[in-house]
């Protein structure tokens, strides 16, 4: 019986003192709204969630929930990763990003890059369907297997033959890299599509979600990539599906 689990975070702000100044310590004022409406739709799937907001989405408790879901997760099971808040881009120190510039996404306490999200990725048993849904700045290849500039594209033009990934998996980005995110009090303009198009009576597929969000946003449009064995037959699924009416019992929160 698959088990879906889910690790949603948000923040409203930084902690400050962690960045020295170098980005906005506050902002992102919808965040953690943002959180309790994906959070009240998955569970409403039969997802098991944990939110991190603000103060609690530090990067160790990013990176060690995801790590504990890998270990959880069996063929089959779906793993839901959603971040909303500030977004970030440096130069890449290991030379493997096509345009020269690491992804982060801004945990409470540091940046988190894209190399340490691929790290968990890779983790993930062969089976496994991974959904990582990112509402931030430059979010469009927050994952280190994916390239390329096409806005919906499944094959990623850039594949390292180093970073194998056993998973499936689908990574949705509000904006491509090099794009601000639009934002509101009330939550990021992309949740607030998304939630839009999951609501609607025919979401279709994976692509079929995100040309409905397309519909409810000016550009610059979301960004589709897949990657991994199985990537295209988990993106023709129902979003959110799990296979099953309800998923077994897990001990993903402690």
Request: aromatic share 10%; net charge negative; with cysteine.
């Amino acid at each position: 019986m698959a088990q879906g689990l889910a690790v949603a975070a948000g923040l409203r702000r930084v902690d400050p003192s962690s960045y020295g100044g170098s980005v906005p310590a506050s902002g992102c004022w919808g965040a953690e709204e943002d959180v309790d409406r994906i959070i009240r739709f998955i569970s409403s799937r039969g997802f098991e969630c944990l939110a991190l907001k603000t103060a609690e989405a530090t990067a160790a408790a990013l990176l060690g929930n995801l790590r504990r879901a890998a270990r959880l997760c069996r063929p089959g099971d779906f793993l839901f990763f959603y971040f909303a808040g500030h977004g970030g881009q440096r130069p890449d120190s290991g030379g493997e990003e096509e345009d020269g510039l690491d992804e982060l996404l801004l945990a409470y306490d540091r940046p988190v890059a894209d190399d340490e999200l691929d790290a968990c990725w890779r983790e993930f048993a062969g089976g496994v369907r991974i959904l990582v849904i990112i509402d931030a700045c430059h979010s469009g290849t927050v994952y280190k297997n994916f390239g390329g500039r096409r806005r919906v594209s499944p094959r990623p033009a850039f594949r390292p033959a180093h970073l194998p990934m056993k998973a499936s998996l689908i990574h949705i980005g509000a904006v491509p890299d090099g794009e601000r995110a639009p934002a509101y009090r009330g939550g990021g303009a992309f949740t607030l599509a998304l939630c839009e198009a999951l609501t609607s009576d025919s979401p279709g597929d994976y692509r079929d979600l995100v040309r409905r969000i397309e519909r409810n946003l000016d550009p610059p449009y979301p960004r589709l990539m897949l990657c991994g064995p199985g990537a295209e037959e988990f993106a023709g699924e129902k979003p959110f599906w799990l296979g099953e009416e309800s998923p077994r019992a897990t001990v993903f929160t402690e």
